[in-house]
């Protein structure tokens, strides 16, 4: 069965800082990855899938399936980005996603 | 765009009442799922549907049953509320089809159930 591990439940950055997520997963096929982001009040909405390989809102992601990791990174945080994030795999052939715990970004001033 | 609706934002139900949360999804899509969100356990899959009258459970489905008689139409049924399902519950559908694995999910706003 595959898994999603977040290590991080609540990250505090500065404004202007790095910021990266991390994501680890278990899975002994090709995976299917996705980081989803909640803002305040706001539906769960995808940010970027790794098979997309764009950079939403200066956020990137890469598969490293030597490490089974899909860290997300932003090179210069926002207030605007604070907000929860999932990270997510999909199995080959599978309709399901499963979900890591999340983690909350504070963007502090 | 992607529209999914969910039929209520907060509920407040009894102990042993049943409860229907429906979800409504516009873009034709063939998968339709139901979460629970609880703080430090991220989403947890509940149940979900890949064609009309089709359903497999998920992770969670313990108290939970579903129905899908239009292909637009998900509802969780909550068949007597406990006080452990006070819980965000979402509702997503996806648009992939048998073989092409997992597709990106769209996400309904939530409902909020508080079982007193």
């Known amino acids: 069965a595959q898994r999603v591990t977040q290590p991080e439940k609540l990250l505090s950055v500065f404004k202007g800082a790095p910021v990266e997520l991390k994501c680890n997963y278990s899975?002994?096929?090709?995976?299917?990855l996705f980081w989803y982001v909640q803002y305040s009040r706001q539906r769960l909405q995808l940010l970027l899938r790794?098979?997309s390989r764009e950079s939403i809102k200066g956020f990137t992601a890469d598969l490293n399936k030597g490490e089974t990791s899909f860290h997300l990174k932003k090179p210069f945080a926002q207030e605007e980005d604070s907000a929860m994030y999932y990270c997510a795999l999909g199995a080959l052939g599978d309709y399901k996603l499963s979900f890591g715990a999340g983690t909350t970004v504070t963007v502090r001033a | 765009d992607v529209k999914v609706t969910q039929s209520s934002r907060y509920l407040v139900k009894r102990t042993g009442e049943k409860v229907f949360l429906e979800c409504v999804q516009d873009m034709d899509h063939e998968n339709m799922f139901w979460y629970r969100q609880d703080p430090g356990l991220g989403l947890r899959l509940i149940y979900f549907s890949y064609d009309v009258k089709m359903k497999e459970k998920g992770d969670i489905p313990e108290g939970y049953s579903v129905s899908r008689e239009k292909k637009e139409r998900f509802s969780l049924i909550l068949e007597s509320a406990s006080t452990n399902q006070t819980s965000m519950y979402l509702c997503a559908s996806s648009l992939a089809g048998s073989g092409q694995g997992a597709d990106t999910q769209y996400f309904g706003p939530g409902t909020r159930l508080t079982v007193l």
């Open positions: 790794h098979i």
């Open positions: 899975y002994s096929g090709s995976p299917e």
